[in-house]
């Protein structure tokens, strides 16, 4: 690529921290911080945020914490207050959703299951 073109994502970390957790709920933040690509102390500071915000819940299992997200929220910018996180994340998962179907995966035709 080369070295003029500016390097970016469409998305924030925020936005990716709640991807791994709907992926996994019970995910350590070492290893969310790796899938991101970002430090656990900011993984940390990120989900203090969004627990603040009321957009995830801390649910202490044993030794390990279980997260939850209000997929009800709405998403926080003028631009895009008219969504949810749900949409967000229905959307962002959509592409596992569809792999899983084609696995054989997916539920009763007609069933509808959150992401």
Do not use: S, W
Not at 18 to 35: E, M, S
Not at 63 to 82: C, G, K, S, T
């Amino acid at each position: 690529m080369p070295k003029d073109i500016v390097q970016f994502t469409f998305l924030t970390n925020h936005t990716y921290v709640l991807v791994c957790l709907a992926r996994d709920p019970r995910a350590r933040l070492r290893d969310v911080a790796r899938h991101v690509g970002i430090t656990e102390r900011a993984t940390q500071r990120i989900i203090a945020e969004l627990e603040a915000a009321g957009i995830l819940r801390r649910f202490r299992e044993g030794r390990r914490n279980r997260y939850e997200i209000d997929r009800e929220q709405p998403l926080r910018h003028a631009l895009e207050e008219h969504r949810t996180v749900g949409d967000l994340l229905y959307m962002l998962l959509q592409p596992e959703r569809t792999q899983a179907r084609r696995a054989g995966a997916n539920p009763a035709p007609g069933a509808h299951q959150p992401p």
